[in-house]
C-alpha cells in the first residue's frame, strides 16, 4: 500500500510546473503537477489505449485541447489518452493526474 | 471525454452510503462514496490484478483492513485490489474510489 498525503504536495517552481510522480504501477500511474499563475501543460495527447483523468484540486484556469472549458478546485475531465488535452492556471493550481494503464 | 464537477457529487443517503458511478470503461472504474458520519465501508477484497484508490475529498475518518490509519481530506491510499481495505467515517466524509483496469 502506498500512502499519499495531498495536503503536503504543494511545491511549486517558477521556471515551469512541478511535477511529482506519486504512484506508479503497471496498472495506474498517478502524478501532482502544480502550476504558478500563467504556467501551462501544453495540448498533448499519446497513441496509447489508455485513460488520462485530470483533477483540479485547488485553483482556477482552463482546461486546454480537445475539450476546452473552465477549470477549478473539484472539476474532473476523464478521456482516452490520445485525445488532445492540456491545461492552464489562472491562479496557482494543483492538478492531479491519473493514468490507466501506464503508458 | 467525461466532464464531473465533484462539488456538485453531495448527496447522503440515511440508511446506507451513497455511491455514484462517475466513470467506466475497460481500463478505469471512478465512484463517488459519500457517508453519514457512523457509515462504513466493510473491509473487503478482489481477487483480481488491479489497483484500488481510495481518496479523501472531505471529512473525517478511518482507513481499516490491511492499513488501519486516520483518513481526512487529501489522504489517498493506493493498493493491489486483493489487499483488504474499507473505511469508516466519523464525521460526513466524501471518498472517491479509482480502480484500474475494472474488475
Redesign the interface.
Known amino acids: ?7 503536503q504536495v504543494t511545491k511549486f517552481t517558477p521556471d515551469k510546473p512541478f511535477r511529482e510522480l ?2 506508479d ?1 503497471a ?2 500511474r ?1 502524478l501532482a503537477f502544480n502550476f504558478e499563475a500563467g504556467q501551462e501543460m501544453p495540448v498533448h495527447s499519446h497513441p496509447a ?3 488520462v ?1 485530470l ?1 483540479i484540486l485547488e485553483g482556477e484556469g482552463e482546461f486546454t485541447g ?2 476546452e ?1 473552465s477549470a477549478r ?7 482516452p489518452v490520445g ?1 488532445p488535452h492540456g491545461l492552464k492556471a489562472h491562479t496557482r493550481l494543483r492538478l492531479l493526474v ?1 493514468i ?2 501506464t503508458l
Open positions: 500500500m502506498k500512502f499519499i498525503d495531498l495536503t506519486l504512484y504501477s496498472n495506474l498517478v489505449d489508455s485513460d483523468t483533477m480537445a475539450n472549458m478546485a473539484g472539476a474532473m475531465q476523464i478521456m485525445e491519473f490507466a494503464p
